[in-house]
């Protein structure tokens, strides 16, 4: 056989080069390189405690909790849905513009204002389980946070008060967080001058509480196709 002409061993380079190449890229090519899923889209639906009342943006609850899940490896954003001075009637009125289409699950944090102004229990219950019917027909999660009486109310309001959050829980099968103040209500270390408002500290001390609880939320939770 004769020798092969120039040309074709030129086009055999290069042919070898290209196959050489993309070899290479599929090796390089790791699996995180390949396209991730959208985030989660949460909402934390709340009243000051959500807001995050007299601290930085980047302080308050719904930004402390995104970097704590983010941290642990969640893909997710948290925006905050949060009024100052809201009670559930309140929250309410907003919710069809606060809870935007495409969100995945929210955080309903309302009732600390009732409570405080002491508003009729019947009357609290009756806005949240409406709040709660409402993202059910948008088929949309909630992970529920409770919220306590003072216990300077009175037994009766008290035991009234107390008994919404998780009797909603099991009427409408949400997830259900106890007291979203756990370990921050009355420690004066983590809260502001007013006794009532967690501080930066506190809201940590918040996030740390309920990790748990949102990470099994995220868990049963499918991104929007809206």
């Known amino acids: ?23 290479l890229g599929s090796l390089n090519r790791s699996p995180a390189a390949a396209p991730a899923g959208r985030s989660l889209n949460l909402v934390a639906f709340g009243d000051s405690l959500t807001a995050g009342y007299r601290l930085p943006a980047d302080a308050a609850f719904p930004a402390a909790l995104e970097r704590a899940l983010r941290a642990k490896g969640h893909a997710v954003t948290v925006a905050n849905a949060g009024v100052s001075g809201d009670t559930t009637t309140a929250g309410l009125d907003r919710l069809d513009w606060s809870v ?24 609290t ?8 019917a409402r993202l059910k027909e948008r088929n949309i999660p909630v992970l529920l946070a409770g919220m306590r009486a003072s216990a300077n109310l009175g037994p009766d309001y ?31 270390g983590l809260n502001l001058d007013d006794g009532m408002h967690p501080n ?4 940590e001390a918040v996030v740390a509480g309920i990790l748990p609880a949102v990470e099994r939320f995220l868990g049963k939770l499918k991104p929007s196709s809206q």
Do not use: C, H, S
């Open 100 to 123: 935007p289409d495409g969100t995945d699950g929210v955080i309903l944090e309302l009732g600390g204002n009732d409570m405080l102004r002491g508003t009729d229990p019947a009357v």
């Open 158 to 188: 008290v035991a009234r008060f107390d008994a919404i959050f998780p009797d909603l829980a099991q009427k409408y099968g949400v997830a259900l967080y106890p007291f979203f103040l756990q370990g921050v209500a009355g420690e004066r």
């Open 125 to 132: 219950r009756k806005a949240l389980d409406t709040i709660l």
């Open 1 to 23: 056989m004769g020798r092969p002409r120039p040309e074709r061993q030129v086009w055999r380079r290069a042919a070898t080069l290209l196959v050489l190449f993309a070899a």
């Open 200 to 203: 930066a500290k506190g809201v």
